[in-house]
């Protein structure tokens, strides 16, 4: 697993919410050559949750080297005693260039501050960018039968939400203990 580039990160503010929701519909933009194309009809993620996790300092930003401008994101929530990653976007302007794995690799420094013991999250099981870039990121996909309450609860939430369930993985990379 090679070091992401340095790439500026932050915490994100309140002033960004409308950006960030942009850059969260233009990466969906992606699924439109896959199977789930659906995906890019989804809403964005509601203000009201992004202001939340900006709140308690877990919204993370990527921003250019130029400019303070956000092009990318990831947002996180403790699960299990572990920091789930809600969600990550980058723009499509701005994907392979490593900046999913330098917001994961902050994610994982903020987790390791806040005594979380693992990184998890849900993905597309066979979408170039989302499983199987993970894996290459040190994350392991769960089994089915390993799954928490929590992660459970979860993936209800996503069928809720119209995800294909069956097409997902849940996967968790451990975190060295400190």
């Not at 990466?27 to 939340?52: E, K, N, Q, S």
């Amino acid at each position: 697993m090679s070091h992401p580039p340095a790439v500026p990160i932050r915490q994100g503010v309140a002033a960004e919410i409308d950006r960030l929701r942009e850059i969260e519909r233009l990466a969906a933009t992606r699924f439109l050559a896959t199977p789930f194309a659906a995906v890019a009809g989804h809403a964005a993620t509601a203000a009201a949750v992004l202001a939340d996790r900006i709140a308690a300092g877990r919204l993370l930003v990527a921003t250019d080297r130029d400019a303070d401008t956000a092009i990318g994101f990831v947002m996180v929530r403790p699960v299990d005693a572990g920091a789930y990653i809600e969600e990550i976007d980058v723009l499509p302007a701005h994907a392979g260039r490593r900046i999913g794995a330098a917001l994961i690799a902050r994610v994982a420094a903020l987790a390791g501050e806040r005594g979380w013991s693992a990184l998890l999250l849900s993905t597309f099981r066979d979408v170039p960018w989302n499983a199987p870039y993970y894996r290459r990121l040190g994350f392991a996909a769960l089994e089915d039968a390993d799954l928490s309450p929590s992660l459970r609860e979860i993936r209800a939430q996503h069928v809720a939400r119209g995800l294909d369930e069956g097409s997902r993985v849940f996967m968790r990379r451990d975190l060295p203990c400190r």
